[in-house]
């Protein structure tokens, strides 16, 4: 039998989250008070190493939130959450949508590191060059008592590392 992601407790992420977080599938949805949808997955990584799932965060219409705070709030909920549930690691690359994935790692490390999180979690946030000769950017993000701390994070540094020097 494969992984199974443990599901999130809707109940517990709405206690400190501003917005209604709903389950539709294996997404996490909420609707801001403009009426912008969000949708939070998490798939499973095929790295062999240790256990990890990417974050995933859309916005299905691309609109604009407009510097709206209770997004953050809630999507911390949310990875909070997660982490109350599955002990394991976090991966998170931005959207390539627009070229704009430098200003979504930005925004994304600003909330992130916009709370208490810092204490708890520990982030680290990498370019790497893709195959069109731009960057991506890849964040992993862990519990800092995960007890496998040290050797995530080597190996997570080794594999970011070896995918830069093949690509030219």
């Known amino acids: 039998m494969g992984i199974v992601m443990n599901r999130l407790d809707t109940d517990a992420i709405n206690r400190n989250s501003p917005y209604d977080v709903y389950c ?3 997404d996490y949805v909420f609707v801001t008070d403009t009426g912008i949808e969000y949708h939070v997955d998490f798939e499973l990584d095929s790295n062999p190493f240790f256990v990890a799932y990417w974050f ?29 549930k599955n002990p ?3 991966l998170y690359m931005c959207s390539t949508a627009n070229n704009k994935q430098a200003q979504r790692a930005r925004l994304f ?41 040290n050797d995530i994070v080597s ?5 970011i590392a070896m995918f830069n020097e093949l690509k030219p």
């Open 24 to 26: 539709e599938g294996n």
């Open 56 to 84: 995933n965060l859309a916005n299905p219409e691309q609109q604009k939130s407009h510097g709206d705070k209770k997004i953050p709030q809630t999507i911390i909920c949310i990875i909070e959450e997660f982490f109350n």
């Open 88 to 90: 394991e690691i976090m």
């Open 109 to 149: 490390l600003r909330w992130f590191n916009g709370y208490e999180q810092q204490q708890r979690y520990y982030i680290k946030a990498v370019e790497v060059k893709n195959d069109d000769g731009g960057t991506d950017y890849v964040a992993l993000i862990m519990q800092r008592t995960h007890p496998q701390f």
């Open 155 to 159: 190996r997570y540094d080794s594999e």
